[in-house]
């Protein structure tokens, strides 16, 4: 019982979002800042949901949000990203990227290499110690930014949205 216990388990914020706020690191960096806020829980991170802004360069915005119900949903995926451009945007979800451009033009591109993403870190990373090999894919210093981003996120939503700055 205890993945259930928010205070044990550290909820949806640790168990799904930080491997979004971990991809963006990935993607663009850490951020300038960020704010963040919460419901269906209560102060140190023991929340159901969290929507975050990361701000860089103070003009340019990422939006993230994590939630169980929307996450266990059987009728669509929300493990997706979507990136806005000027000229269309991108979806990635689990198994595809769908581009669409402002004529309304949709282009699907097929990722599915089988597998569950997270079996298949955990394997590359029991493989690497086997092997004794360095790691090339989420090395240490980005996974403790991601912690360094999801425990800002926290103290931003115990304090009503306040900014946190990095």
């Known amino acids: 019982g205890w993945f259930k216990n928010i205070k044990l388990s550290g909820g949806p914020i ?18 300038d800042f960020l704010t963040s806020a919460s419901s269906g829980g ?43 451009f000027e000229n269309g945007y991108i979806i990635k979800d689990v198994k595809k990227y769908t581009v669409v451009d402002n004529n309304g033009n949709v282009t699907e591109i097929s990722t599915d290499e089988g597998g569950v993403p997270f079996q298949k870190e955990i394997l590359y990373f029991v493989q690497s110690v086997i092997n004794n090999t360095d790691l090339d894919l989420c090395l240490p210093d980005s996974s403790a930014n991601a912690i360094r981003i999801i425990e800002a996120e926290i103290e931003s939503a115990d304090n009503k949205c306040k900014k946190i700055m990095f």
């Open 14 to 31: 640790f168990d799904v979002h930080v491997h979004v706020v971990d991809t963006l690191i990935g993607l663009l960096g850490m951020p």
């Open 42 to 84: 209560d102060n140190g991170g023991g929340y159901t949901s969290i929507s975050t802004n990361l701000v860089y360069d103070d003009d340019f915005c990422v939006n993230i949000f994590a939630d169980w119900a929307s996450h266990n949903n059987r009728h669509h995926s929300s493990r997706c990203f979507r990136f806005n």
